[in-house]
């Protein structure tokens, strides 16, 4: 499954652990988004972790990109090309 996971941490070190963690399911895209494609089984660990390093002031969103809707991604400007091309 394909997501693409956003984060508003507060405090410094604790966004860096974020995306340290973040780094080990997928890859950056911008500063606090990342692209990961991932079975239910590894969505469900990285959601587990994640989860633990926010507060009540942070925020972390999870979007679940179906095959039809990465067909609709559209990048400008500078941008990463996923290996397998599933998506730019």
Known sequence: MYIVVSYDIVDNNKRNRMANLLLDYGRRVQKSVFECDLDKKNLAQMIEEAT????????????????????????????IVKEDSMIV
């Open 52 to 79: 633990r390093q926010i507060a009540d002031e942070d925020s972390l969103i999870i979007y679940r990109l179906c095959e039809s809707c990465l067909s609709k991604v559209e990048s400008y400007g500078r941008h």
